[in-house]
Protein backbone atom coordinates (compact mmCIF):
# COMPACT_ATOMS: atom_id res chain seq x y z
CA UNK A 1 0.00 0.00 0.00
CA UNK A 2 2.60 2.39 0.87
CA UNK A 3 4.01 2.90 -2.77
CA UNK A 4 0.71 2.59 -4.27
CA UNK A 5 -0.37 5.94 -5.98
CA UNK A 6 -2.29 8.65 -4.01
CA UNK A 7 -5.86 8.26 -4.56
CA UNK A 8 -8.62 9.43 -2.66
CA UNK A 9 -8.82 6.11 -0.53
CA UNK A 10 -4.90 5.36 -0.42
CA UNK A 11 -3.94 8.54 -0.01
CA UNK A 12 -2.61 8.41 3.90
CA UNK A 13 -0.93 5.70 3.50
CA UNK A 14 1.23 6.45 7.02
CA UNK A 15 3.42 3.32 8.59
CA UNK A 16 1.53 0.50 9.03
CA UNK A 17 -1.29 1.81 11.56
CA UNK A 18 -2.71 3.73 8.93
CA UNK A 19 -3.11 0.54 6.76
CA UNK A 20 -5.92 -0.84 9.11
CA UNK A 21 -9.27 1.04 8.85
CA UNK A 22 -10.02 4.22 10.52
CA UNK A 23 -12.48 2.69 12.92
CA UNK A 24 -9.72 0.18 14.72
CA UNK A 25 -6.99 2.95 14.31
CA UNK A 26 -8.75 5.47 16.03
CA UNK A 27 -8.61 3.09 19.44
CA UNK A 28 -4.90 1.58 18.89
CA UNK A 29 -3.13 4.03 17.74
CA UNK A 30 -3.10 6.49 20.92
CA UNK A 31 0.30 6.87 21.53
CA UNK A 32 -0.18 9.03 24.72
CA UNK A 33 -3.55 8.05 25.19
CA UNK A 34 -3.91 9.81 28.49
CA UNK A 35 -4.10 12.83 26.88
CA UNK A 36 -6.72 13.70 24.54
CA UNK A 37 -5.59 15.28 21.37
CA UNK A 38 -6.61 18.34 19.25
CA UNK A 39 -6.06 19.05 15.90
CA UNK A 40 -6.79 22.97 14.42
CA UNK A 41 -6.18 24.39 11.22
CA UNK A 42 -6.05 28.42 11.00
CA UNK A 43 -7.17 30.24 7.68
CA UNK A 44 -5.51 33.70 6.24
CA UNK A 45 -8.36 35.68 7.71
CA UNK A 46 -7.99 34.20 11.34
CA UNK A 47 -3.70 34.80 11.32
CA UNK A 48 -4.06 38.32 8.98
CA UNK A 49 -2.22 40.31 11.75
CA UNK A 50 0.17 39.98 14.87
CA UNK A 51 -3.40 41.00 16.96
CA UNK A 52 -5.12 38.01 15.65
CA UNK A 53 -2.29 35.55 15.64
CA UNK A 54 -2.10 36.68 19.28
CA UNK A 55 -5.72 35.99 19.36
CA UNK A 56 -5.57 32.26 18.30
CA UNK A 57 -2.74 31.50 20.66
CA UNK A 58 -4.48 32.21 23.55
CA UNK A 59 -7.15 30.08 22.18
CA UNK A 60 -4.86 27.29 22.01
CA UNK A 61 -2.91 27.88 25.30
CA UNK A 62 -6.11 27.40 26.99
CA UNK A 63 -6.89 23.82 24.91
CA UNK A 64 -3.67 23.14 26.61
CA UNK A 65 -4.14 23.98 30.02
CA UNK A 66 -7.21 22.31 30.19
CA UNK A 67 -4.68 18.90 29.97
CA UNK A 68 -4.77 18.75 26.26
CA UNK A 69 -2.32 17.93 23.32
CA UNK A 70 -2.40 20.20 21.00
CA UNK A 71 -1.91 20.82 17.00
CA UNK A 72 -2.61 23.78 15.04
CA UNK A 73 -2.12 23.85 11.36
CA UNK A 74 -1.79 27.55 9.84
CA UNK A 75 -1.99 29.23 6.28
CA UNK A 76 -0.76 31.92 5.17
CA UNK A 77 -1.83 35.45 6.53
CA UNK A 78 -4.30 36.96 5.16
CA UNK A 79 -3.87 37.58 1.56
CA UNK A 80 -0.21 36.52 1.35
CA UNK A 81 -0.44 33.45 -0.96
CA UNK A 82 -2.17 35.99 -3.52
CA UNK A 83 0.52 38.77 -2.95
CA UNK A 84 3.27 35.79 -3.59
CA UNK A 85 1.83 35.20 -6.58
CA UNK A 86 1.36 38.58 -7.76
CA UNK A 87 5.53 39.33 -7.20
CA UNK A 88 6.01 36.10 -9.30
CA UNK A 89 3.86 37.42 -12.15
CA UNK A 90 5.44 40.34 -12.28
CA UNK A 91 8.54 38.32 -13.05
CA UNK A 92 7.36 36.15 -15.72
CA UNK A 93 3.79 35.09 -16.71
CA UNK A 94 4.88 31.49 -16.40
CA UNK A 95 7.20 31.08 -13.32
CA UNK A 96 8.51 27.77 -12.95
CA UNK A 97 6.42 24.97 -11.12
CA UNK A 98 9.16 24.30 -8.65
CA UNK A 99 10.27 28.03 -7.83
CA UNK A 100 6.71 28.56 -7.63
CA UNK A 101 6.14 25.88 -4.45
CA UNK A 102 9.32 27.43 -3.14
CA UNK A 103 8.08 30.82 -2.94
CA UNK A 104 4.87 29.87 -1.72
CA UNK A 105 5.52 27.90 1.09
CA UNK A 106 7.01 30.86 2.76
CA UNK A 107 3.56 31.83 3.35
CA UNK A 108 2.93 29.75 5.86
CA UNK A 109 6.49 29.90 7.27
CA UNK A 110 5.61 33.03 8.45
CA UNK A 111 2.89 32.39 10.14
CA UNK A 112 3.64 29.62 11.95
CA UNK A 113 7.30 30.99 13.08
CA UNK A 114 4.99 33.96 14.50
CA UNK A 115 2.43 31.98 16.02
CA UNK A 116 4.71 29.56 17.89
CA UNK A 117 6.37 32.94 19.24
CA UNK A 118 2.74 34.43 20.37
CA UNK A 119 2.44 31.35 22.34
CA UNK A 120 5.69 31.34 23.71
CA UNK A 121 5.12 34.89 25.52
CA UNK A 122 2.09 33.46 27.06
CA UNK A 123 4.67 30.93 28.96
CA UNK A 124 3.35 27.79 27.19
CA UNK A 125 6.42 25.76 25.27
CA UNK A 126 5.82 25.58 21.14
CA UNK A 127 7.30 24.21 18.50
CA UNK A 128 6.58 25.17 14.66
CA UNK A 129 7.40 23.01 11.56
CA UNK A 130 7.60 22.81 8.12
CA UNK A 131 5.80 20.32 5.96
CA UNK A 132 9.33 18.92 5.46
CA UNK A 133 10.28 18.90 9.57
CA UNK A 134 6.67 17.84 10.17
CA UNK A 135 6.93 14.47 7.87
CA UNK A 136 4.47 15.36 5.08
CA UNK A 137 5.20 13.50 2.26
CA UNK A 138 3.97 14.17 -0.92
CA UNK A 139 3.74 12.87 -4.67
CA UNK A 140 6.00 15.05 -7.04
CA UNK A 141 2.83 17.21 -8.55
CA UNK A 142 4.24 20.61 -8.01
CA UNK A 143 1.45 23.26 -7.62
CA UNK A 144 -1.40 20.41 -6.69
CA UNK A 145 0.64 17.41 -4.98
CA UNK A 146 -1.00 14.61 -2.94
CA UNK A 147 0.29 13.43 -0.03
CA UNK A 148 1.17 10.08 0.09
CA UNK A 149 2.04 9.58 3.58
CA UNK A 150 2.82 11.41 7.03
CA UNK A 151 6.13 10.36 9.29
CA UNK A 152 4.71 11.22 12.24
CA UNK A 153 7.20 10.48 14.95
CA UNK A 154 8.90 13.90 15.06
CA UNK A 155 5.36 15.65 16.09
CA UNK A 156 4.38 12.71 18.31
CA UNK A 157 7.45 13.58 20.18
CA UNK A 158 7.06 17.15 20.42
CA UNK A 159 3.38 16.78 21.54
CA UNK A 160 4.46 14.49 24.17
CA UNK A 161 7.62 16.90 25.40
CA UNK A 162 4.19 19.13 25.94
CA UNK A 163 5.00 21.86 23.09
CA UNK A 164 1.97 22.95 21.32
CA UNK A 165 2.76 22.16 17.51
CA UNK A 166 2.61 24.60 14.72
CA UNK A 167 2.65 22.66 11.37
CA UNK A 168 2.69 24.99 8.02
CA UNK A 169 -0.01 23.41 5.79
CA UNK A 170 -0.48 23.56 2.42
CA UNK A 171 3.26 22.25 1.42
CA UNK A 172 5.31 18.85 2.07
CA UNK A 173 8.31 17.74 0.24
CA UNK A 174 8.80 14.93 -2.01
CA UNK A 175 10.63 11.48 -1.46
CA UNK A 176 14.02 12.67 -2.85
CA UNK A 177 13.36 16.57 -0.90
CA UNK A 178 11.67 18.48 -3.25
CA UNK A 179 9.32 20.99 -1.78
CA UNK A 180 5.81 20.85 -2.83
CA UNK A 181 2.82 22.69 -2.49
CA UNK A 182 -1.22 20.71 -2.93
CA UNK A 183 -3.11 23.44 -4.56
CA UNK A 184 -4.98 26.47 -3.37
CA UNK A 185 -7.04 25.85 0.27
CA UNK A 186 -4.70 22.90 0.52
CA UNK A 187 -3.87 23.76 4.49
CA UNK A 188 -7.04 22.15 4.90
CA UNK A 189 -6.08 18.96 3.51
CA UNK A 190 -2.90 19.05 5.63
CA UNK A 191 -5.31 19.39 8.95
CA UNK A 192 -7.15 16.64 8.10
CA UNK A 193 -4.80 14.21 7.13
CA UNK A 194 -2.71 14.84 10.12
CA UNK A 195 -5.70 14.50 12.42
CA UNK A 196 -6.49 11.19 10.57
CA UNK A 197 -2.39 10.06 10.30
CA UNK A 198 -2.16 11.37 14.47
CA UNK A 199 -5.77 9.13 14.80
CA UNK A 200 -7.92 12.08 16.07
CA UNK A 201 -11.60 11.71 15.71
CA UNK A 202 -12.18 15.90 14.88
CA UNK A 203 -10.74 18.14 13.41
CA UNK A 204 -11.44 21.76 13.93
CA UNK A 205 -11.10 24.60 11.03
CA UNK A 206 -11.37 27.63 12.27
CA UNK A 207 -11.82 31.02 9.59
CA UNK A 208 -13.76 33.94 9.80
CA UNK A 209 -17.51 32.87 9.18
CA UNK A 210 -19.83 30.92 11.79
CA UNK A 211 -19.69 27.32 9.50
CA UNK A 212 -20.90 26.52 6.65
CA UNK A 213 -24.19 28.05 4.97
CA UNK A 214 -27.00 27.37 2.98
CA UNK A 215 -25.87 29.46 0.19
CA UNK A 216 -23.27 31.83 0.43
CA UNK A 217 -24.37 34.79 2.98
CA UNK A 218 -23.00 38.13 0.41
CA UNK A 219 -25.14 36.90 -2.06
CA UNK A 220 -28.39 35.38 -0.23
CA UNK A 221 -28.89 37.69 3.11
CA UNK A 222 -31.25 34.79 4.26
CA UNK A 223 -28.47 32.11 3.87
CA UNK A 224 -28.41 29.89 7.30
CA UNK A 225 -25.82 28.34 8.89
CA UNK A 226 -26.15 24.63 9.06
CA UNK A 227 -25.63 22.92 12.29
CA UNK A 228 -24.11 19.31 10.50
CA UNK A 229 -24.12 18.11 7.24
CA UNK A 230 -22.98 15.15 5.58
CA UNK A 231 -19.38 14.15 3.91
CA UNK A 232 -21.27 13.69 0.87
CA UNK A 233 -23.05 16.98 0.78
CA UNK A 234 -20.04 19.22 1.80
CA UNK A 235 -18.13 17.10 -0.97
CA UNK A 236 -20.38 18.07 -3.77
CA UNK A 237 -21.04 21.58 -2.64
CA UNK A 238 -17.38 22.34 -1.91
CA UNK A 239 -16.68 20.62 -5.95
CA UNK A 240 -19.92 22.80 -7.35
CA UNK A 241 -18.27 26.12 -6.36
CA UNK A 242 -18.66 26.38 -2.38
CA UNK A 243 -15.22 27.74 -1.06
CA UNK A 244 -15.12 26.65 2.42
CA UNK A 245 -13.14 23.54 2.22
CA UNK A 246 -10.52 22.31 -0.13
CA UNK A 247 -12.69 19.27 -1.58
CA UNK A 248 -9.61 16.96 -0.79
CA UNK A 249 -9.66 17.48 2.94
CA UNK A 250 -13.28 16.75 2.80
CA UNK A 251 -12.40 12.83 0.95
CA UNK A 252 -9.80 12.46 3.44
CA UNK A 253 -12.43 13.32 6.79
CA UNK A 254 -15.00 10.70 4.94
CA UNK A 255 -12.34 7.95 4.15
CA UNK A 256 -10.71 8.33 7.43
CA UNK A 257 -14.21 9.16 9.56
CA UNK A 258 -12.54 12.44 11.00
CA UNK A 259 -15.29 14.82 12.10
CA UNK A 260 -14.78 18.23 10.61
CA UNK A 261 -16.06 21.52 13.13
CA UNK A 262 -15.81 24.41 10.55
CA UNK A 263 -16.33 27.31 13.24
CA UNK A 264 -15.40 31.01 14.09
CA UNK A 265 -12.18 31.85 14.91
CA UNK A 266 -13.50 35.11 16.95
CA UNK A 267 -16.71 33.90 18.44
CA UNK A 268 -17.40 30.73 20.41
CA UNK A 269 -20.35 29.58 18.34
CA UNK A 270 -20.91 26.11 17.47
CA UNK A 271 -20.09 26.13 13.61
CA UNK A 272 -21.16 23.23 11.67
CA UNK A 273 -20.19 20.26 11.87
CA UNK A 274 -19.18 17.80 8.85
CA UNK A 275 -19.88 13.71 9.69
CA UNK A 276 -21.70 10.85 8.27
CA UNK A 277 -25.20 11.59 7.00
CA UNK A 278 -28.21 10.54 9.97
CA UNK A 279 -31.17 9.56 9.39
CA UNK A 280 -32.95 12.78 8.36
CA UNK A 281 -31.66 13.72 4.89
CA UNK A 282 -32.89 17.38 3.74
CA UNK A 283 -34.00 17.75 0.20
CA UNK A 284 -32.06 20.60 -0.62
CA UNK A 285 -29.57 21.13 1.80
CA UNK A 286 -27.59 23.77 -0.01
CA UNK A 287 -26.82 25.90 -3.58
CA UNK A 288 -23.70 26.41 -4.47
CA UNK A 289 -22.19 28.89 -7.36
CA UNK A 290 -18.98 28.92 -9.76
CA UNK A 291 -18.24 31.66 -11.69
CA UNK A 292 -15.30 30.38 -12.99
CA UNK A 293 -16.35 28.29 -16.00
CA UNK A 294 -16.45 29.02 -19.34
CA UNK A 295 -18.68 27.55 -22.20
CA UNK A 296 -17.53 26.71 -25.09
CA UNK A 297 -19.71 25.42 -28.12
CA UNK A 298 -18.10 23.75 -31.29
CA UNK A 299 -20.24 24.65 -34.09
CA UNK A 300 -21.19 22.33 -37.32
CA UNK A 301 -19.36 19.52 -36.37
CA UNK A 302 -19.81 16.32 -38.63
CA UNK A 303 -21.96 13.93 -36.64
CA UNK A 304 -20.04 11.35 -37.47
CA UNK A 305 -18.77 7.69 -35.24
CA UNK A 306 -15.59 9.06 -32.57
CA UNK A 307 -15.65 12.70 -33.42
CA UNK A 308 -16.52 13.42 -29.66
CA UNK A 309 -14.12 11.14 -28.47
CA UNK A 310 -11.23 13.19 -30.87
CA UNK A 311 -12.03 16.40 -29.52
CA UNK A 312 -12.45 15.41 -26.07
CA UNK A 313 -9.21 13.42 -26.18
CA UNK A 314 -6.82 16.16 -27.38
CA UNK A 315 -8.70 18.69 -25.01
CA UNK A 316 -7.39 15.88 -22.10
CA UNK A 317 -4.13 15.41 -23.45
CA UNK A 318 -3.73 19.31 -22.88
CA UNK A 319 -4.59 18.21 -19.46
CA UNK A 320 -7.68 20.66 -19.43
CA UNK A 321 -10.26 19.54 -17.19
CA UNK A 322 -14.10 19.37 -18.79
CA UNK A 323 -16.79 19.61 -16.70
CA UNK A 324 -20.28 19.78 -18.18
CA UNK A 325 -20.99 18.30 -21.67
CA UNK A 326 -24.25 18.51 -24.01
CA UNK A 327 -24.76 17.30 -27.47
CA UNK A 328 -27.40 18.62 -29.50
CA UNK A 329 -29.21 16.85 -31.88
CA UNK A 330 -27.77 16.83 -35.45
CA UNK A 331 -29.63 18.82 -38.65
CA UNK A 332 -28.07 17.85 -41.89
CA UNK A 333 -25.56 15.27 -40.45
CA UNK A 334 -23.83 18.38 -38.61
CA UNK A 335 -24.22 18.61 -34.65
CA UNK A 336 -23.21 21.39 -32.17
CA UNK A 337 -20.90 20.39 -28.96
CA UNK A 338 -21.26 22.61 -25.62
CA UNK A 339 -19.14 22.52 -22.83
CA UNK A 340 -17.64 24.02 -19.74
CA UNK A 341 -14.15 24.30 -18.89
CA UNK A 342 -12.56 26.59 -16.41
CA UNK A 343 -11.67 30.05 -17.49
CA UNK A 344 -8.02 30.28 -16.39
CA UNK A 345 -6.84 27.47 -18.97
CA UNK A 346 -9.16 29.23 -22.12
CA UNK A 347 -5.64 30.43 -23.15
CA UNK A 348 -4.21 26.85 -23.40
CA UNK A 349 -7.57 25.89 -24.53
CA UNK A 350 -7.93 28.07 -27.65
CA UNK A 351 -4.86 26.09 -29.80
CA UNK A 352 -6.60 22.97 -28.82
CA UNK A 353 -9.57 23.94 -30.41
CA UNK A 354 -8.51 25.41 -33.15
CA UNK A 355 -6.47 22.40 -34.50
CA UNK A 356 -10.04 20.40 -34.13
CA UNK A 357 -12.13 22.93 -35.68
CA UNK A 358 -9.55 22.64 -38.71
CA UNK A 359 -8.86 19.07 -38.46
CA UNK A 360 -12.61 17.89 -38.27
CA UNK A 361 -14.32 20.45 -40.60
CA UNK A 362 -16.30 21.95 -37.85
CA UNK A 363 -17.96 25.38 -38.83
CA UNK A 364 -16.53 26.66 -35.56
CA UNK A 365 -16.37 27.64 -32.07
CA UNK A 366 -18.11 30.11 -29.56
CA UNK A 367 -16.38 31.06 -26.13
CA UNK A 368 -18.98 32.15 -23.49
CA UNK A 369 -17.29 33.82 -20.49
CA UNK A 370 -20.40 35.20 -18.50
CA UNK A 371 -22.09 32.81 -17.30
CA UNK A 372 -22.71 30.86 -13.67
CA UNK A 373 -22.98 27.16 -12.81
CA UNK A 374 -25.39 26.78 -9.80
CA UNK A 375 -25.97 23.47 -7.48
CA UNK A 376 -28.71 22.67 -5.15
CA UNK A 377 -27.47 19.55 -2.93
CA UNK A 378 -29.27 17.32 -0.76
CA UNK A 379 -29.01 13.87 0.01
CA UNK A 380 -32.83 13.56 0.43
CA UNK A 381 -32.94 14.22 -3.53
CA UNK A 382 -32.08 10.42 -3.69
CA UNK A 383 -35.36 9.82 -2.43
CA UNK A 384 -37.48 12.58 -3.48
CA UNK A 385 -38.43 12.97 -6.93
CA UNK A 386 -39.60 16.35 -8.40
CA UNK A 387 -36.15 18.85 -7.39
CA UNK A 388 -35.39 19.20 -10.87
CA UNK A 389 -39.13 19.67 -11.63
CA UNK A 390 -39.52 22.20 -9.13
CA UNK A 391 -36.01 24.06 -10.08
CA UNK A 392 -36.41 24.42 -13.34
CA UNK A 393 -39.86 25.89 -12.95
CA UNK A 394 -38.59 28.32 -10.10
CA UNK A 395 -36.08 29.73 -12.93
CA UNK A 396 -38.62 29.83 -15.38
CA UNK A 397 -40.69 31.91 -13.07
CA UNK A 398 -37.90 34.38 -12.91
CA UNK A 399 -37.33 34.59 -16.63
CA UNK A 400 -34.09 32.46 -16.45
CA UNK A 401 -33.37 30.47 -19.42
CA UNK A 402 -30.98 27.30 -18.76
CA UNK A 403 -28.23 26.53 -20.80
CA UNK A 404 -26.78 22.99 -19.67
CA UNK A 405 -27.98 20.67 -17.02
CA UNK A 406 -25.92 18.42 -15.00
CA UNK A 407 -26.90 15.84 -12.10
CA UNK A 408 -25.94 13.40 -9.78
CA UNK A 409 -27.45 11.74 -7.18
CA UNK A 410 -27.78 14.30 -4.93
CA UNK A 411 -26.86 17.18 -6.88
CA UNK A 412 -28.80 19.21 -9.49
CA UNK A 413 -26.45 21.96 -11.43
CA UNK A 414 -27.78 24.17 -13.87
CA UNK A 415 -25.22 26.74 -16.59
CA UNK A 416 -27.07 30.10 -16.36
CA UNK A 417 -26.25 33.65 -17.68
CA UNK A 418 -24.22 35.47 -15.01
CA UNK A 419 -26.30 38.40 -14.76
CA UNK A 420 -29.14 36.40 -13.27
CA UNK A 421 -26.86 34.22 -11.09
CA UNK A 422 -28.25 36.84 -7.84
CA UNK A 423 -32.22 36.46 -8.41
CA UNK A 424 -31.74 32.40 -9.05
CA UNK A 425 -30.23 32.12 -5.98
CA UNK A 426 -32.33 34.13 -3.85
CA UNK A 427 -35.40 32.68 -5.70
CA UNK A 428 -34.54 29.13 -5.37
CA UNK A 429 -33.38 29.29 -1.60
CA UNK A 430 -36.63 30.97 -0.65
CA UNK A 431 -38.23 28.44 -2.82
CA UNK A 432 -36.61 25.40 -0.83
CA UNK A 433 -37.34 26.61 2.12
CA UNK A 434 -33.65 27.59 3.10
CA UNK A 435 -34.74 31.06 3.92
CA UNK A 436 -33.55 32.12 7.86
CA UNK A 437 -36.14 34.18 9.61
CA UNK A 438 -33.20 37.13 9.90
CA UNK A 439 -31.27 38.49 7.04
CA UNK A 440 -27.47 38.21 7.21
CA UNK A 441 -26.12 41.28 9.07
CA UNK A 442 -22.82 41.74 6.92
CA UNK A 443 -23.05 43.79 3.96
CA UNK A 444 -23.55 42.13 0.19
CA UNK A 445 -20.94 41.89 -2.83
CA UNK A 446 -20.66 45.00 -4.01
CA UNK A 447 -20.67 44.70 -7.95
CA UNK A 448 -16.88 45.26 -7.80
CA UNK A 449 -16.41 42.59 -5.32
CA UNK A 450 -18.76 40.24 -7.57
CA UNK A 451 -16.44 41.14 -10.78
CA UNK A 452 -13.25 40.21 -9.08
CA UNK A 453 -15.11 36.74 -7.92
CA UNK A 454 -15.82 36.30 -10.79
CA UNK A 455 -12.52 36.72 -12.32
CA UNK A 456 -10.72 34.82 -10.05
CA UNK A 457 -8.42 32.01 -11.47
CA UNK A 458 -8.70 34.12 -15.34
N1 LIG B 1 -2.27 29.75 1.69
C1 LIG B 1 -2.79 28.80 0.73
C2 LIG B 1 -3.86 29.46 -0.12
O1 LIG B 1 -4.14 30.62 0.04
C3 LIG B 1 -3.28 27.56 1.36
C4 LIG B 1 -4.47 27.74 2.27
O2 LIG B 1 -4.75 28.82 2.74
O3 LIG B 1 -5.16 26.74 2.53
O4 LIG B 1 -4.41 28.83 -0.97
MG1 LIG C 1 -9.37 28.09 2.81
Keep these: MHDSPPSAHSAISVPCSQCIPPSVQRF??????????????????????????KHVARRLVDYHSQGKQVLAVVSAMGKTTDELLGLAQQITPRPPARELDILLATGEMISMSLLAMAIE?????????????????????????????IKTERIKAALEEQNIV?????????????????????????????????????CEIYTDVDGVYSADPRVVPRAQKLDTISYEEMLELAAAGSGVLQVRSVEFARNFAVELHCKNAFSNNPGTVIKEAGVERAIVSGIAYDDSEAKITVRGVPDALGIAATVFEAIAKANINIDMIVQNISENG?????????????DRLRPVLDAQVKQLGAREYLVEESITKLSLVGAGMRTNPGVAAKMFKVLSQNGINIEMISTSAIRISVVIAAEKSQIAQRALHTAFDLDASEVFEEKLLSPEEQAAKAAKGR
Design 334 to 346: HTDISFTSPAGEL
Design 28 to 53: SIGYNRRMELIVTKFGGTALANPKRI
Design 121 to 149: TLGTRALSMTGHQAGIVTNTRHNKAQISH
Design 166 to 202: IVAGFQGTTRTGELTTLGRGGSDTSAVALAAALGARR
